[in-house]
C-alpha cells in the first residue's frame, strides 16, 4: 500500500479564488491521479499527473480551471482555480501501486474537502 | 454513460449476516476489478480486487465474484460487524489495470444491531 497525505484536510473558500491542495506520498510511485467526490456522485477522474510533464486532463477537465504540478516521484499540487459553489467536493489525490499479474490498485489519501461560499 | 452501476443506493444488513453487494459494467473491455469502502470524511480504502481470470477471490471476510458473461459482479462480506457501515464502491479498468479505474456511484451499508 502507500501512505498519502493531503493538505489541507478541508476549508472554506470564497467565490472567485483559488486553492491549492498538497499531496505527499511515503514512497516514489510512477501514477498519481486527482479524483473529485461531488456530493452524492462517484469518484470521477479529474487528471493524471504525469513526473516532469504536463498531466493529462480527463474530458470535461481543462489545465486553466485545474493546474496540476509534479516536481517529483512523490509530491503532486492541484490548483482549484476561479472556485465557484460548484466546485465543493472532496478532492483526492490518490496512487496506483501494482499487484504484479493481477493489475495496479488505486489507493487514496484522505481527501480535501472544498466548500466554496 | 455509466460503465460501472451499482444499481442500490443503500442497503440494511442485520448483524452477524451476510452482506452482498451488487455492480454491472457495460465496457467489456474491462479486465479488472477493485472494491473500495469509504467512511465519512475520509478516503476510500482499497478492500479487495479480482482479475478477469478468475471469478473469485477472498480475502478474510470479504470475497468478490465475477460473471464475466452477465458483466456482473457482487461482494460478499460474512459475517457482517458493525465497523461494515460504510459506502462500497465498486470499480473496474481494461489493461490490467493499466488504464484508468472507472468507479460506480457507490452503495451505502447500514449494519443493524
Known amino acids: 500500500s502507500a501512505v498519502i497525505s493531503q493538505k489541507p484536510s478541508r476549508d472554506i473558500c470564497q467565490r472567485g479564488t483559488s486553492l491549492t491542495i498538497q499531496c505527499q506520498v511515503d514512497s516514489q510511485v510512477t501514477m498519481m491521479f486527482w479524483y473529485r467526490q461531488q456530493p452524492g456522485q462517484s469518484l470521477t477522474l479529474i487528471a493524471t499527473?504525469?513526473?516532469?510533464?504536463?498531466?493529462?486532463?480527463e474530458s470535461g477537465f481543462v489545465i486553466d480551471k485545474f493546474p496540476i504540478s509534479r516536481p517529483n516521484l512523490t509530491f503532486s499540487t492541484l490548483t482549484v482555480s476561479n472556485m465557484s459553489p460548484e466546485d465543493s467536493s472532496i478532492y483526492l489525490c490518490?496512487?496506483?501501486?501494482?499487484?504484479?499479474?493481477?493489475?495496479?490498485?488505486?489507493?487514496f489519501g484522505e481527501g480535501s474537502w472544498l466548500t466554496v461560499v | 454513460d455509466q460503465q460501472v452501476k451499482q444499481n442500490s443506493p443503500s442497503l440494511s444488513v442485520q448483524e452477524g449476516r451476510i452482506s452482498i453487494l451488487n455492480c454491472d459494467y457495460t465496457n467489456s473491455m474491462f479486465d479488472y476489478f477493485l472494491w473500495y469502502k469509504k467512511y465519512p470524511a475520509e478516503g476510500p480504502t482499497f478492500l479487495i480486487s479480482?482479475?478477469?481470470?478468475?471469478d473469485k477471490n477472498e480475502d478474510g471476510r470479504f470475497t468478490v465474484f465475477l460473471n464475466k458473461s452477465a458483466k456482473h459482479l457482487s461482494l460478499h462480506i460474512v459475517p457482517s460487524q458493525p465497523g461494515d457501515s460504510a459506502v462500497y464502491f465498486c470499480?473496474?479498468?481494461?489493461?490490467?489495470?493499466?488504464?484508468?479505474?472507472?468507479f460506480g456511484k457507490g452503495t451505502r451499508l447500514h449494519i443493524l444491531p
Open positions: 499527473a504525469n513526473q516532469g510533464s504536463e498531466a493529462t486532463y
Open positions: 470499480a473496474a479498468s481494461a489493461s490490467g489495470g493499466v488504464d484508468k479505474i472507472i
Open positions: 490518490s496512487v496506483a501501486k501494482g499487484q504484479g499479474v493481477l493489475g495496479n490498485t488505486i489507493y
Open positions: 479480482i482479475s478477469s481470470i478468475k
